[in-house]
């Protein structure tokens, strides 16, 4: 299975979440903020705090389904795209969304977060997932 999905980096600070659908459904960041302000009842002026239902309602707007959030035990459990739960803080939770994509046999994290320059991270020693969901188009 090719997957193909582009790196989006979030335009605001709490909007990592929006980003990896964005990603995922192959729209604009805009166009799934405003998916969030209409549908979730998010404030126009943020913050974009998401959580998985929150994910899960808008990728199903699109057409995906969003497995149930399962804690992260390894690569291995990972679908051809799945959406990863990272600790950013050493806080032990997660706190930062990421899509991990598993094609043939490369993998790579594509990571919203403006500081990163790297289009596709492959640096597992830095990347901490707590928990992760596979993702399907239905």
């Not at 990603?23 to 959580?51: H, K, Q, S």
């Not at 930062?96 to 994509?101: A, E, K, T, Y």
């Given at each position: 299975?090719?997957?193909?999905v582009?790196r989006?980096?979030?335009?605001?600070?709490t909007?990592c979440?929006?980003?990896?659908?964005?990603?995922v459904?192959g729209?604009?960041?805009?166009?799934?903020?405003?998916?969030?302000?209409n549908?979730?009842?998010f404030?126009?002026?943020?913050p974009f705090f998401t959580?998985?239902a929150?994910?899960?309602?808008?990728?199903?707007?699109?057409?995906?389904r969003?497995?149930?959030r399962?804690?992260f035990?390894?690569?291995g459990s990972?679908?051809p795209?799945?959406?990863?739960?990272?600790?950013?803080?050493?806080?032990?939770?997660e706190?930062?969304?990421?899509?991990?994509?598993?094609c043939?046999?490369?993998?790579y994290?594509?990571?919203?977060?403006?500081?990163v320059?790297?289009?596709?991270r492959?640096?597992?020693w830095?990347?901490f997932?707590?928990?992760y969901?596979?993702i399907?188009?239905f």
């Amino acid at each position: 299975m090719t997957v193909a999905v582009q790196r989006i980096v979030q335009e605001d600070g709490t909007g990592c979440g929006l980003a990896c659908v964005a990603m995922v459904v192959g729209c604009t960041y805009a166009e799934i903020r405003i998916l969030a302000i209409n549908e979730l009842g998010f404030d126009p002026a943020g913050p974009f705090f998401t959580d998985y239902a929150d994910i899960r309602a808008m990728l199903a707007s699109f057409g995906y389904r969003l497995s149930r959030r399962t804690v992260f035990a390894g690569y291995g459990s990972l679908s051809p795209l799945s959406l990863l739960g990272v600790e950013r803080a050493g806080s032990g939770e997660e706190d930062h969304w990421m899509v991990h994509v598993k094609c043939g046999l490369d993998r790579y994290a594509l990571d919203p977060a403006g500081q990163v320059k790297s289009e596709r991270r492959r640096d597992w020693w830095r990347i901490f997932p707590v928990s992760y969901a596979n993702i399907t188009k239905f």
